[in-house]
Each structure stands twice: as structure tokens, then as C-alpha cells.
């Protein structure tokens, strides 16, 4: 039995303190995904706090039941979280939206922050579900088959989205040409 799946046993037998076993080995993970589908760090981080909790509470409830492997579960309950908080708005303003000025710490840097700007402006104009399939299978190296069993789909309908998402992309990049 792998570590995480050792420390889910724990707290399904009681012990609560194992879950920061789980958040230990999964944050960073998590939180990049979260990110790349909200467009934020920021946004990614609250996304992935509010997902801990849903998924603590699960584990205490006896809501998971183990036939997925956890990471997979984690995933998915971040994935959900994020797609539900763009779908009701939830996002803080973007460094770009604000009024703030970024600050000089030299060329690559700042041209790093700009593709990544990019990218999140990109991703921004997908729904929440392409966005969701195009952040776990391109970016995060997913098959479409992880891809399905995060989104709870068919892995013809994450094919779809990917579709759908990778057509908008051409078009939005041919129309800024």
C-alpha cells in the first residue's frame, strides 16, 4: 500500500492528523493545476484549500470508497472545485486587471510572467470543462483515459473537449494575428 493510501486509511480509522500526510505529498501538485485552470496562483491555492476540506470531510464521512486511486480522487475533487468556482465567478482580480504596477526583477523574469499571462488569458477563453481537459491532458500529462476518470466522463467526451478547446485556441490565435 502506497503512502497516501496508508494515511487515507488513518483518517477513515480516526486519525485526523494523518490528512496533513496527504497535503504534504500532494500540495504542490494540486495547487499547479488549480492554478493553470483558474489562471492564478492565488486562485489556485484557495481552490485547493476549499478542496482539502471537501476531501477531509469525505474521508471522514466514509464518501470515499477507495476505487479510484487517492491522487486520482484528489484531483478530481480539486478539478470539480476549480470548474465550480468559474462557473460562479469566484476569482480574484488579475495582476493585469489591477491598477498595480509589477515589479523589475530582470528580462527573463518578466518575460516569463508575460507568457504565462498569456497562456492564463488563453485558457480564460475556454469554458470551465475544455479548460479542465486541455490543463490535465496537454499541460499535465494526463491520458485521456486519467483525464475522463478526473472529469467523471468518457474518455470520448474528454476527446471532445479537447477538440473543441484546441479549435477555439486556433481560432482565437488566428483572430489576433
Do not use: C
Not at 485526523?16 to 500540495?27: C, D, G, H
Not at 485547493?48 to 474521508?59: D, G, S
Not at 485521456?144 to 476527446?159: K, M, R, S
Amino acid at each position: 500500500m502506497d503512502e497516501l493510501a496508508e494515511a487515507v486509511r488513518e483518517v477513515i480509522d480516526g486519525n485526523e492528523s494523518a490528512f496533513r500526510k496527504i497535503v504534504l505529498a500532494t500540495n504542490v501538485r494540486l495547487v499547479r493545476v488549480a492554478a493553470r485552470i483558474m489562471g492564478t496562483v492565488e486562485d489556485g491555492e484557495d481552490v485547493v484549500q476549499e478542496a482539502y476540506v471537501k476531501a477531509h470531510r469525505a474521508l471522514i464521512e466514509g464518501r470515499f470508497d477507495g476505487r479510484s486511486r487517492v491522487e486520482t480522487w484528489l484531483y478530481r475533487v480539486v478539478t470539480n472545485t476549480a470548474i465550480d468556482a468559474l462557473r460562479s465567478g469566484k476569482r480574484r482580480p488579475r495582476e493585469s486587471d489591477a491598477a498595480a504596477e509589477p515589479s523589475w526583477d530582470g528580462g527573463q523574469a518578466a518575460e516569463a510572467r508575460v507568457a504565462l499571462g498569456e497562456l492564463s488569458d488563453l485558457l480564460a477563453t475556454l469554458p470551465p470543462d475544455q479548460r479542465a481537459a486541455l490543463v490535465l491532458k496537454s499541460v499535465e500529462g494526463m491520458s485521456a483515459n486519467e483525464v475522463a476518470e478526473v472529469l467523471g466522463t468518457t474518455e470520448g467526451a474528454v476527446e471532445q473537449h479537447l477538440v473543441r478547446a484546441r479549435a477555439a485556441l486556433r481560432k482565437w490565435s488566428k483572430s489576433d494575428a
